[in-house]
């Protein structure tokens, strides 16, 4: 069993040595145990736990009552934002590990990796240092499941516009549903929205793709037209999605919208690939403009 001394145990619930020292009197929890030189000596996973209880209540003795009934509890967006708000990497590391063994790779990203960084956006401009290092760490642990996911073995190819930037949320998403996709047995590309319409033949050719999602907000609805029409002309009878809104409420578009979050939005789009491409034509994308 892991433990650590008075000062160490302070500094991670963020309060002073004799703060803590008076909720162990006060409220009898933590209860240290005595090295043999008396010094107390706390036990980090009960630490870890009031840490994330108290980050949460701010009243502590809600959060010894939190923290006493739950332990450590299961990894969670909760526990996962308070490693990443401390800059605390290998801690974060270790939480994915633990949800891993219970979920899947797909509902780990959806259910604690998501949720964490988004809580860490204020919505302050720039965002804050905590969200940076949190976006770059959570690109990084995409990207290397990305490198182990399984090879293709559908028939069936994506190619993913990309119209974010970093470090937005969306750009996140548009990570997790490459991932999913390819997860799910889909060859999937992701381009941003930077490249020449004139050379997406190369990205077409390459994979052939059966469907294409847009996804991201910083591109004009004339860029995404181009863009669209350079992928037909290339690749024929390609299906066209929006994903997470990169069209906007614009209300013309027939384009059809895919779930917000990655899991549903994979399963919608697999599900959707597997069928016969009927019903009307999908109209240019530019014409949505008009509405």
């Known amino acids: 069993m892991s433990a650590v001394r008075t000062n160490a145990a302070a500094a991670m619930i963020g309060v002073s040595p004799s703060t803590l020292r008076s909720w162990e009197r006060r409220f009898g929890w933590p209860q240290p145990k005595r090295s043999e030189g008396g010094h107390r000596q706390f036990d980090l996973q009960e630490i870890e736990a009031l840490r994330t209880a108290f980050e949460e209540t701010q009243n502590v003795s809600s959060a010894i009552s939190i923290a006493r009934e739950r332990g450590t509890g299961p990894a ?14 290998n801690e974060a590391d270790r939480i994915i590990e633990e949800s891993l063994a219970v979920r899947s790779v ?15 956006d204020d919505g302050t401009q720039p965002p804050p240092p905590e969200y940076n290092v949190a976006w770059r760490w959570a690109t990084g642990w995409l990207a290397a499941q990305m490198r182990v996911a399984p090879p293709a073995f559908r028939p069936e190819s994506v190619l993913i516009f990309d119209a974010s930037r970093a470090p937005d949320i969306d750009s996140l998403h548009a990570q997790a549903l490459e991932l999913g996709l390819r997860r799910a047995g889909l060859r999937t590309l992701t381009v941003t929205l930077d490249l020449d319409p004139n050379r997406i033949t190369r990205a077409m050719l390459a994979i052939e793709p059966r469907a294409v999602v847009l996804t991201g907000t910083r591109a004009s609805l004339d860029a995404l037209g181009r863009l669209v029409y350079a992928a037909r002309r290339a690749g024929g009878d390609v299906r066209v999605y929006d994903y997470r809104g990169a069209l906007g409420a614009t209300g013309a578009s027939t384009v059809p919208r895919l779930p917000a979050q990655p899991l549903a ?16 034509e999908i109209r240019r994308i530019s014409e949505a403009r008009a509405g």
């Open 76 to 89: 969670s967006p909760t526990r996962l934002r308070s490693a990443l708000n401390r800059f605390d990497e």
């Open 106 to 120: 797909e509902r780990t990203v959806e259910e604690v990796l998501l949720p964490a960084i988004e809580s860490l």
């Open 265 to 280: 939005a994979r399963d919608e789009l697999s599900d959707d690939l597997q069928r016969p491409h009927v019903g009307p």
